[in-house]
């Protein structure tokens, strides 16, 4: 079996597969485990695969192949530690590790995935400093892909270090541990918009039944795997298969995930998930759609997008294309198609020939997309599911750049200004594109369709806008989705630029009050397709004292821009990237300016930066593993205060702290210091509980 991405989903042998997996081990070595006895045990109970907590050997390997199941392989290594600034030979050594497992191992049928880390504690990041973090994950992603490129690779994260998406990985893998099945369920969504264009995994969710009964167990994990497939997930991982649990070389007693006993008898869990069937995305009683298309002069691109459109895996749906006044043969190439309804019109803009497929169409929801996409073909049973959950008159979803083949696509697929979404929040959009636009057709009727003031771009803000206004909402379905091929040239994308700066001049002109100096002034968060990772400058809500369970990226009006594909991605046509960012930037508004709109650029807000920086650092040690906590602890209980300044977590007079610990498998943990001055009562502090100082360095800007 062969796992690929594709989309927003996970492909097994080239069909859309939902992962069902459980966590196996580390075990101490008197657990009895083997993948001989427990493999087949495994797949008996319903799953597909394994992940594990090191890089395995071929015996685990052959087994896993043997027995139809695939490995989801995490790299262990000191990420744990400061790998950044202190002993960067960490890193250096996970790489070589990696790259030299994945030499010997890439064409194992064994191997599914690969898993860079594992939740690199919030702290040590907050150390290491973030976007430094997310850049060598990024970086040992990159090099994996090297070696194997059909192998998908992400990083296992978790809520409190959300910002550490790394821009390169395959896939979005969280871990979440909640407890409340609802709870779990509304937090899901966000994810799709963290993921950006490509897949959620949920690589861990678990309950431990030495705090809570065993039949809670059994409710909570179904519920969870059927949450997370209802959610358009890629694949949900149980955490454990074992109560045996192996932890920084200790053996756990205290914990108990598994959905076996230590002695090793069944939980009630298991038994549940050996019956659950996963139901299918697609709602018992599935709407019927019309899908609407509008060329002009589309001839070679028409046909694909027509082909997709048939390939959809929907039970009740028409074709419709409109042929606005093409000149190129594309009125002969419809004419020869079968299974769609074509439309020919004399030149009439793009928002008439929407109105008149709408006005065609037979179905009770309208979907739109542009001539250049094809839809994924579980589109319409994702929307279906979208609009069978909530009372949004219009869902939408991304529209995902395929990989480009060409150094002239990485440009134009990683330039702005690509058609997007944009969310007030995670489950209601402020703005769908009509690329990937649907809206039920009695809405639709009610605003009087898309204005056909607009020939070419801005009937979909428009029409949103009105949406909106008349007192309906928008949703957001992360797991439908469209492949839009962007500009095939720089000529045309900067012309589609211009058009669309055009466009803004006649928004404006009818909606002035949704526009600021520089352009429209939008409510929610622009998404462009990238995962929401950290970079230089932005700004963390990390809680009191850092320790905020789910901490985000402060409010940003959009997102970072996609950078080049890895296969284009020289000092060259970086260069390049800047021109053609300056020439769309500088001709968009220029064609705003000459057709009426606001010609100002907007200085947008800048996220809000501390000013203190450390001037002095500590390192110490203690051999009973205490550390940041318990010393944290221990200033609060001797004068120490909450700090309110973003960069600091603790503050006593005019001296600011920030303190983390090195997790690793030794009781002598290491806590860093930082201090925005020298503390003489600090050290008399520590020193009399325990603590060691065994280094002190000049700061170096954490």
Not at 316 to 344: C, M, P, Y
Not at 604 to 615: C, R, V
Not at 669 to 677: C, D, G, P, Q, V
Request: aromatic share 8%; net charge negative.
């Amino acid at each position: 079996m062969r796992l690929t991405v594709h989309g927003k989903h996970f492909h097994l042998d080239g069909r859309p597969h939902f992962l069902r997996t459980v966590t196996y081990g580390p075990f101490p070595e008197t657990s009895g485990h083997s993948p001989e006895k427990d493999f087949p045990q495994i797949r008996s109970a319903g799953f597909d695969s394994i992940r594990v907590y090191a890089l395995p050997d071929r015996h685990l390997l052959d087994h896993a192949a043997q027995n139809n199941l695939i490995i989801i392989t995490t790299h262990a290594w000191g990420h744990g530690c400061d790998f950044i600034t202190e002993n960067p030979s960490l890193l250096d050594q996970a790489r070589r590790d990696l790259t030299a497992w994945l030499e010997s191992h890439k064409d194992h049928p064994g191997l599914g995935a690969i898993l860079v880390g594992n939740e690199i504690p919030s702290d040590m990041a907050r150390w290491m400093t973030p976007w430094k973090v997310n850049q060598a994950l990024d970086d040992l992603i990159r090099a994996c892909q090297k070696v194997i490129p059909s192998i998908p690779v992400g990083y296992a994260n978790f809520p409190t270090t959300e910002y550490l998406e790394p821009p390169s990985a395959d896939f979005t893998a969280f871990n979440i541990y909640l407890e409340d099945g609802e709870a779990l369920e509304s937090y899901l969504p966000r994810l799709h918009h963290l993921a950006g264009d490509r897949p959620v995994y949920l690589t861990e969710f678990g309950l431990d039944t030495n705090r809570n009964p065993e039949d809670v167990q059994a409710t909570l994990l179904p519920t969870a795997l059927k949450s997370t497939r209802a959610a358009g997930f890629a694949g949900a991982t149980l955490y454990a298969w074992s109560d045996h649990w192996l932890n920084n070389g200790q053996t756990m007693d205290d914990w108990s995930f598994g959905l076996i006993r230590r002695d090793g008898s069944e939980k009630p869990a298991l038994t549940a998930l050996r019956k659950l069937v996963l139901p299918t995305p697609l709602p018992l009683n599935p709407p019927r759609f019309s899908i609407i298309i509008c060329t002009r002069n589309g001839a070679g691109r028409i046909e694909t997008c027509i082909k997709a459109c048939r390939d959809i895996d929907y039970p009740d749906f028409e074709i419709i294309v409109v042929n606005d006044g093409s000149t190129d043969g594309t009125a002969k190439l419809l004419d020869q198609q079968k299974e769609i309804r074509a439309f020919h019109l004399e030149p009439s803009g793009l928002s008439a020939a929407r109105n008149h497929g709408a006005a065609k169409a037979t179905g009770e929801i309208l979907a739109f997309t542009d001539d250049d996409c094809r839809p994924d073909e579980q589109w319409l049973t994702w929307l279906a599911r979208a609009y069978s959950e909530s009372n949004h008159a219009a869902i939408g979803g991304p529209n995902l750049a395929p990989k480009p083949n060409s150094l002239v696509l990485a440009l134009t697929t990683a330039a702005p200004g690509a058609p997007t979404h944009v969310m007030i929040d995670d489950l209601t959009a402020e703005h769908l594109p009509g690329c990937h636009l649907s809206v039920k057709k009695s809405a639709f009727a009610q605003i009087e369709g898309f204005d056909p003031i607009f020939h070419t771009a801005g009937d979909d803000v428009d029409f949103c806008w009105r949406l909106r206004d008349a007192g309906f909402t928008l949703g957001f379905s992360g797991a439908s989705f469209v492949w839009h091929h962007r500009r095939a040239t720089p000529w045309k994308y900067l012309k589609q630029q211009m058009e669309y700066g055009h466009a803004e001049a006649l928004l404006f002109k009818k909606h002035p009050h949704r526009f600021s100096e520089g352009g429209i002034r939008w409510e929610g968060c622009v998404y462009r397709g990238i995962a929401l990772g950290i970079e230089p400058g932005d700004f963390i809500y990390s809680g009191p004292t850092g320790e905020a369970p789910y901490q985000s990226l402060g409010k940003m009006l959009r997102q970072p821009m996609r950078g080049l594909h890895p296969n284009f991605d020289t000092p060259i046509t970086r260069i390049l990237l800047t021109l053609l960012c300056w020439l769309q930037n500088h001709l968009r508004h220029w064609k705003r300016k000459q057709n009426g709109g606001p010609s100002t650029r907007s200085n947008w807000p800048k996220s809000p930066l501390a000013d203190s920086q450390p001037t002095s650092q500590l390192i110490l040690t203690h051999t009973d593993c205490l550390g940041r906590h318990e010393l944290y602890r221990l200033l609060l209980e001797n004068g120490w205060q909450n700090c309110s300044d973003p960069d600091f977590d603790l503050q006593c007079g005019s001296c600011k702290l920030l303190a983390a610990t090195e997790q690793t498998s030794t009781p002598a943990n290491r806590t860093f210091i930082a201090l925005s001055e020298p503390s003489s009562d600090l050290n008399t502090l520590v020193l009399k509980n325990g603590f060691v100082t065994s280094n002190c360095m000049e700061a170096n800007g954490h």
